[in-house]
């Protein structure tokens, strides 16, 4: 935890310098380390946001640089993904319950982007499964009609950095 808690203070001292190319590679690394060790935290909370936490950071990224449709794919691929662990029964029931209640804020991250920057296909694909019951019905978000938030919420990169 402490080597992915480094990376991403990295990138985030990156990102607010304007370098843009070493935020990124600080964040890629961040998040690939997440994902090899998963499965492998002793806290699955932790190890859930941190996958979270670096896919957002990334997310970020891409709105300042002005992709926003780069944003949509890392949004909508972190809660698909946490939208697979829940219903993964290989996975421990800590890890299970804490991909559930992460996604929760996962796909209200997805809401608020769309609120904020319009729908994108993958964005339309995600919600169009959340709506019609295309995903584990202990992972559908409720509700799971599209009532788009008024205002953006999810903390972005040019306001506060992404860490735990």
């Known amino acids: 935890m402490e080597q992915w808690k480094r990376l991403i ?7 607010v310098e304007g370098r843009w190319v070493e935020a990124r590679e600080q964040y890629l690394q961040a998040l690939a380390l997440a ?5 492998r935290w002793r806290d699955a909370d932790a190890a859930v946001a941190a996958f979270v936490v670096s896919q957002h950071n990334l997310a970020d990224l891409q709105l300042a640089l002005g992709h926003p449709e780069g944003a949509a794919e890392h949004l909508c691929a972190c809660h698909e993904h946490l939208l697979r662990c829940t219903a993964a029964q290989h996975l421990s029931p800590a890890l299970r319950q804490a991909t559930l209640n992460h996604s929760r804020r996962s796909y209200s991250g997805v809401l608020n982007f769309v609120a904020e920057h319009g729908a994108y296909p993958r964005t ?6 959340c709506a019609s019951g295309d995903i584990p019905t202990a ?9 788009y938030p008024v205002s953006y919420t999810h903390l972005r990169a040019h306001e506060t950095r992404h860490d735990l």
Do not use: H, I, S
């Open 124 to 129: 339309d694909r995600l919600l169009d499964a």
């Open 139 to 147: 992972a559908r978000p409720t509700p799971a009609n599209r009532q």
């Open 35 to 39: 994902q090899v060790l998963f499965e």
């Open 9 to 15: 203070e990295a990138g985030n001292r990156y990102f």
